[in-house]
T-cell receptor
Framework: GQNIDQPTEMTATEGAIVQINCTYQ??????LFWYQQHAGEAPTFLSY??LDGLEEKGRFSSFLSRSKGYSYLLLKELQMKDSASYLC??????????WGAGTKLIIKP | DGGITQSPKYLFRKEGQNVTLSCEQN?????MYWYRQDPGQGLRLIYY???????QKGDIAEGYSVSREKKESFPLTVTSAQKNPTAFYLC?????????????FGPGTRLTVL
């Protein structure tokens, strides 16, 4: 079967750095998305990786290793507004999106 | 402003009633999707449409129906056959029909069955 694993919940301190991991086992791979979702709101796009390596976008970076079936989202200089769930989603061989359950990130002052 | 809208934001339904959730987009996107989100679970695909007058079942289509008569609109009907309909429903659209295209989400409708 297809599976995406993320930690259920993480806690970090304002101003710090946090890394949210995502591992996947899917039938094929055609890219990986990270979305941010504040409680009760719509998910919003953060990043898309299809090639190995690190992509940086402001305070957020996303890394992909296809050989390891692994990605992480790195958030720097954490702010209180970064408290949200972070969803990892993989595009499989049929170009369908497979979603992880999401990681709830709690930021403490 | 271009975007995707859903209505209503909150919806209450009695058991045995059908209810229709609205989804409209003015982004000129070809593809539209309906997801269901339950606590502790990933988004699950109910139905998707890649073109007007055509739609496909997702992973959990039983008890739901959709139509795509216009490019801008993709309403979802939750029928009385859906055994556990209380959930947060999200509509999304993407410019292309490939899963590699970024999806834009509406604000969601929270459905509660009383």
């Amino acid at each position: 079967g297809q599976n995406i694993d993320q930690p259920t919940e993480m806690t970090a301190t304002e101003g710090a750095i946090v890394q949210i991991n995502c591992t996947y086992q899917t039938s094929g791979f055609n890219g990986l998305f990270w979305y941010q979702q504040h409680a009760g709101e719509a998910p919003t796009f953060l990043s898309y990786n299809v090639l190995d390596g690190l992509e940086e976008k402001g305070r957020f970076s996303s890394f992909l290793s296809r050989s390891k079936g692994y990605s992480y989202l790195l958030l720097k200089e954490l702010q209180m507004k970064d408290s949200a769930s972070y969803l990892c989603a993989v595009v499989d061989s049929n170009y369908q999106l497979i979603w992880g359950a999401g990681t709830k990130l709690i930021i403490k002052p | 402003d271009g975007g995707i809208t859903q209505s209503p934001k909150y919806l209450f339904r009695k058991e045995g009633q059908n209810v229709t959730l609205s989804c409209e987009q003015n982004l000129n996107h070809d593809a539209m999707y309906w997801y269901r989100q339950d606590p502790g679970q990933g988004l699950r695909l109910i139905y998707y449409s890649q073109i007007v007058n055509d739609f496909q079942k997702g992973d959990i289509a039983e008890g739901y129906s959709v139509s795509r008569e216009k490019k801008e609109s993709f309403p979802l009907t939750v029928t009385s056959a859906q055994k556990n309909p209380t959930a947060f429903y999200l509509c999304a659209s993407s410019i292309g029909t490939s899963g590699s295209d970024e999806q834009f989400f509406g604000p969601g409708t929270r459905l509660t069955v009383l």
